[in-house]
């Protein structure tokens, strides 16, 4: 099963809102997380269940989908979400996505 | 509090062998499945190993099959990495990682660098 992003990154103002897709080359149900990566630091989860928000994650972060389509939004972009985010296949069979790069204006 | 930490990483030449390990703390290691994921330079993140919580079922990356051997000792709280042959292509930091059974990686270790050099 492959996973991919898109867009591959992108650059957007403090206080838009942002959305990640990643789609899946077949069904995987909803067993898809979002990582975060800062630079320089290690991933940290953000989402499991496709949905589900990981314990203290700011809440403007979502994920939404299921199936072979799904997305990570970012509700009001903060300086600090400079990173990039990678969805993650799990529970038989598993894959990342190539990486999405997010930068702020 | 959850902690993993890596270990054992350095430069060695091409066809040496090295171990990582990776410490657990804060939590019961033997209930967790137990990932090993590597990030080559200016990479993405690619899933290398993983090995169920009971030390029973162990998957590979098809590329890196009969090189890489993981393995658990949950009476030492550690998890390991056995490299074999490496190549200057398994270059990478690599991050130890756990997970719920049949969950989604929840923590995550800061990395050990490995480089494969002449």
């Known amino acids: 099963i492959q996973l991919t992003q898109s867009p591959s990154s992108l650059s957007a103002s403090a206080g838009d809102r942002v959305t990640i897709t990643c789609r899946a080359s077949q069904d995987i149900n909803n067993d898809l997380a979002w990582h975060q990566q800062r630079p320089g630091k290690a991933p940290k989860l953000l989402i499991y269940g496709a949905s589900t928000l990981q314990s203290g994650v700011p809440s403007r972060f979502s994920g939404s989908g299921s199936g072979t389509d799904f997305t990570l939004t970012i509700n009001s972009l903060q300086p600090e979400d400079v990173a990039i985010y990678y969805c993650q296949k799990y529970h038989g069979g598993w894959t990342f996505g190539q990486g999405t790069k997010v930068e702020v204006k | ?118």
């Open chain 2, 1 to 118: 509090q959850v902690h993993l930490a890596e270990s054992g990483g350095g430069v060695v030449q091409p066809g040496t062998s090295l171990r990582l390990s990776c410490a657990a703390s804060g939590f019961t290691l033997s209930s967790y499945a137990m990932y090993w994921v590597r990030q080559a330079p200016g990479r993405g993140l690619e899933w290398v190993a993983v090995i169920s919580s009971s030390g029973k079922d162990r998957y590979y990356v098809d590329s890196l099959k009969g090189r890489y051997t993981i393995s658990r000792d949950d009476s030492k709280n550690t998890l390991y990495l056995q490299m074999n042959s490496l190549r200057p292509e398994d270059t990478a930091m690599y991050f130890c990682a756990r997970a719920p059974p049949l969950g989604a990686i929840d923590y995550w270790g800061q990395g050990t660098l490995v480089t494969v050099s002449t």
